[in-house]
T-cell receptor
Framework: DTAVSQTPKYLVTQMGNDKSIKCEQN?????MYWYKQDSKKFLKIMFS???????INETVPNRFSPKSPDKAHLNLHINSLELGDSAVYFC??????????????FGPGTRLTVL | KNQVEQSPQSLIILEGKNCTLQ??????????LRWYKQDTGRGPVSLTI?????NTKSNGRYTATLDADTKQSSLHITASQLSDSASYIC???????????FGAGTRLAVHP
């Protein structure tokens, strides 16, 4: 299946721990993104990468560190987890960095719960 | 401040009925406006993308309109089906680097 996949789908952890979420796309896209969907259901951009290069960093705490080993993967590592980090995290990809009809395809989401 | 506001927050309709969802935005610079459907526990899926010069676009039973002068958009769903139950999110692309600004969504429930 061609898609954007994320692992794990659910992640429950204690405050203070470090965790990672992985994302892979096999669509051949150049650009990948991380979004956070909070309890009010707003999706907000966190990061975008284009061909492994960081493009957007939306004032996210530096406890969040994205890593793109190649253009098909964009992982998200979170240090010292806090209660407020509990949310659903979505990975997405698009064919290119910009363009009016540049469609973004979303993964299924990772629900992170910090206890 | 860039904002996308949607109404109503939630909506219940009977199967087979039509409905219209509203979106107002204050986003600058404006590139295009998108409607996404998000099923519970899933990622958003694109329904339509409209640029500044387009004022209507259809995708099956979904028809989106855009008034760039008043900065308003609507999504009309015709002959609703149970599978239309989902959140519908209005999204505006701002600037050149594909930065999407999301509304909070309208949660639609279609009942038999």
């Amino acid at each position: 299946d061609t898609a954007v996949s994320q692992t794990p789908k659910y992640l429950v952890t204690q405050m203070g721990n470090d965790k990672s979420i992985k994302c892979e796309q096999n669509l051949g896209h150049d650009t990948m993104y991380w979004y956070k969907q909070d309890s009010k259901k707003f999706l907000k951009i966190m990061f975008s990468y284009n061909n492994k290069e960081l493009i957007i960093n939306e004032t996210v705490p530096n406890r969040f560190s994205p890593k793109s080993p190649d253009k098909a993967h964009l992982n998200l590592h979170i240090n010292s987890l806090e209660l407020g980090d509990s949310a659903v995290y979505f990975c997405a990809s698009s064919p290119r960095l910009a363009g009016e009809y540049n469609e973004q395809f979303f993964g299924p989401g990772t629900r992170l719960t910090v206890l | 401040k860039n904002q996308v506001e949607q109404s109503p927050q939630s909506l219940i309709i009977l199967e087979g009925k039509n409905c219209t969802l509203q979106c107002n935005y204050t986003v600058s610079p404006f590139s295009n406006l998108r409607w996404y459907k998000q099923d519970t526990g899933r990622g958003p899926v694109s329904l339509t993308i409209m640029t500044f010069s387009e004022n209507t676009k259809s995708n099956g039973r979904y028809t989106a309109t855009l008034d760039a002068d008043t900065k308003q958009s609507s999504l009309h769903i015709t002959a609703s089906q149970l599978s239309d139950s989902a959140s519908y999110i209005c999204v505006v692309l701002s600037g050149g680097y594909n930065k999407l600004i999301f509304g909070a969504g309208t949660r639609l429930a279609v009942h038999p």
